[in-house]
Each structure stands twice: as C-alpha cells, then as structure tokens.
C-alpha cells in the first residue's frame, strides 16, 4: 500500500460561524491528499491531461469523527490497498496537531480518454511507478 502524508492548516474562510470545519471541504482536503500522493509518486494532474488522460470523481464518503477547528493543523494520510485498474480508490485519514482521527474517507476515480471520454485502464507509467511498491500492496 503506497501511503503519502501531507499537511494542512485550517483557514478561517474553511470554517462555519462557529470557528468548525464546514463538512463540505473534506472534498478538497481529499482533493489535496490525492494530488500530492500522485505528486510523491512523480505524476501530476497536469502530466496526466496532456497525456489524454482525465481522473474524475465517481464516489466520495467521509466518515467524521471529532471537529476540525480554525488554525488546526491537519495531517492528511492519504494510500491505496489495491493496484489500479480502470478505476483507482484512495482511502483518506485526517488527524489533527494532537494526533486525534478528525475524520476518514474514501474516494474511487476513474481514468478516462479526454477524447472519447470513455474509460481506459490505468496509464503504464503510473503502474511502473506503483511497481516499486508492489511488496506493500
């Protein structure tokens, strides 16, 4: 299982009146989490639309547990348990400064041809990448 963690700080427009995370954007902290998992792995959302190939959202559930709070210092731990095929499913865990399961996640993406708009199978550059953690799969 290849697993990336990144950081985030609780900006003041991310939260409610009450100084809480709005549940909205735990969208984009697993928006933050996956592009930087991708980075880690040398690929980029921007690499990957000039090579033809899209990764759209088909499903996102979170599962909260305690409240993010303005000025919180967020770890994103972001991994797979399985090699893609012609979808990939990111499972998501967010913790705060003091070590505490803010929330956990999951999203699945399907690649997808930007010309035929259809599904296509993981690009082999992103498989060759993934091969060097095969042993943790």
């Excluded at 989490?33 to 088909?58: A, F, H």
């Amino acid at each position: 299982m290849k697993k990336h963690k990144t950081s985030v700080r609780v900006r003041y427009a991310e939260t409610d009146q009450m100084g809480v995370v709005y549940h909205g954007n735990y969208a984009q902290f697993f928006e933050i989490g996956r592009t930087e998992w991708l980075r880690s792995l040398g690929v980029t959302y921007k690499y990957m639309e000039k090579t033809g190939v899209m990764l759209p959202v088909i499903s996102l559930s979170c599962k909260f547990k305690k409240s993010a709070l303005y000025d919180d210092e967020l770890t994103i731990s972001t991994f797979i348990k399985k090699a893609p095929s012609i979808k990939i499913e990111f499972d998501y865990e967010i913790t705060n400064q003091e070590g505490e399961l803010i929330c956990t996640g999951n999203t699945i993406l399907a690649f997808i041809d930007m010309k035929t708009k259809k599904p296509i199978r993981c690009p082999e550059y992103i498989m060759e990448k993934l091969n060097k953690y095969e042993h943790e799969y």
